[in-house]
């Protein structure tokens, strides 16, 4: 297993807000005067009412947007374009539904100017990483969810990326699949770590799955509230995670503060359109 730098900082939001320009010249403040620092090797959750800015911070750290103040740092370098660092995996799916998942693994290093039959050969290895070794000539339409995540998961990873974004990667699964992907993540990552920022809707989920869960308020405005370690430990098994008292605890400790946003969004995504 290769060891992290863990005196290193992948990520370093500084003071980041953004905002975007409504029609007739109103300003939407949508994150607020953010600041998180992500060791190299460490794998945080981040959790908020819908709408909070939760992907925004995403796309800042993948340099999809710019700070309106602030500053983003990567590795200790101020980002001012795409993170080429950093590997996205979005919820929704991402595959070419006219390439098979071997095909789709492989286009990655293909684009980057690898040959032919090196990046089949990796693909190879990493859809056997995943679990599809017996999947590479079947298209997207021919899989399960689960498995076009797994494909997903292997098409971002076979770069090496140094950050992994995950954008409520797993939400459209069931249950018990997602459960199966969270061990798979973190059987990939324990291999080889990277710094993780994770987006998801689920507590449970992130308390199983990171080192640190950060809260983040309902917007606009919306601030970083809340900063928890997750001490429990590794390797972890989400089945069995679940299962262990300090991590009810610990659900019942960030829930208390998390509840509160999760009404004020509600609240505001059902008031009628220009209700202050």
Known sequence: MQKANATATAIELDEASVAFQLAGARIYTAVERASLAVRDGEFIAIVGPTGCGKSTLLNLTAGLLAPASGAVRIFGAPLTSLNRQAGYLFQADTLFPWKTALENVAIGLEIAGAPHAEARKRAEGWLNAVGLGAFGNRYPHMLSGGQRKRVGLAQVLIRDPKILLMDEPFGPLDAQTRQIM??????????????????????????????????????????????????????????????????????????????AEVAKGYLQSSAPPGAA
């Open 182 to 259: 969270g061990n798979l993540l973190l059987d990939l990552w324990t291999a080889d770590r990277k710094a993780v920022l994770f987006v998801t809707h689920d507590l449970e989920e992130a308390i199983a799955l990171a080192d640190r869960v950060v809260i983040m308020s309902a917007g606009p405005h919306s601030r970083i509230i809340g900063d928890w370690q997750v001490s429990l430990p590794r390797p972890r098994d989400i089945f069995e995670t679940r299962l262990d008292k300090e991590f009810h605890a610990l659900h019942r400790e960030i829930w208390s503060v998390l509840k």
